[in-house]
């Protein structure tokens, strides 16, 4: 990620008490999305708004068998992904995501 400064905005805007979204594009923590690579899958999720939502889909997603990676592209107060690579069970996935209190989408 390049180093570019970025202006802190008043919660006002919709981030939260820990961080706000990029002014330019309202998205914190973006990553360019690309084709997915094989033996991924990619989970719609509502309710992420900030770096701790992100680490805590990512620590729960973690520990689900079979996934060896994990990738949030957090979308403030939209729809978030949530891409794992490796062979893993969707409902896993979309329970792990439940229980770090966040809602997949079908």
Same mark, same amino acid.
Do not use: F
């Given at each position: 990620?390049?180093?570019t400064?970025?202006?802190?905005?008043?919660?006002?805007?919709?981030?939260c008490a820990?961080?706000t979204?990029d002014?330019?594009t309202?998205r914190?923590?973006?990553?360019?999305?690309?084709?997915p690579?094989p #033996?991924t899958?990619?989970?719609? *999720? /509502?309710?992420?708004?900030? !770096?701790?939502?992100?680490a805590s %889909? &990512?620590?729960?997603?973690a520990?689900v068998? #079979?996934?060896?990676?994990v990738? *949030? /592209?957090l979308?403030?107060g !939209?729809?978030?992904?949530v891409? %794992? &690579?490796?062979?893993v069970?969707?409902?896993?996935?979309?329970?792990?995501?439940?229980?770090?209190?966040?809602?997949?989408?079908?």
């Amino acid at each position: 990620m390049a180093n570019t400064p970025r202006t802190l905005l008043p919660m006002a805007t919709g981030g939260c008490a820990c961080c706000t979204p990029d002014p330019a594009t309202g998205r914190h923590e973006t990553r360019s999305i690309t084709e997915p690579a094989p #033996g991924t899958t990619t989970y719609r *999720v /509502d309710g992420m708004t900030c !770096g701790h939502c992100v680490a805590s %889909v &990512t620590r729960q997603v973690a520990t689900v068998p #079979g996934a060896s990676a994990v990738e *949030v /592209d957090l979308t403030s107060g !939209g729809v978030s992904t949530v891409t %794992v &690579t490796g062979p893993v069970d969707p409902d896993e996935v979309r329970a792990a995501i439940t229980k770090a209190g966040y809602l997949p989408r079908s």
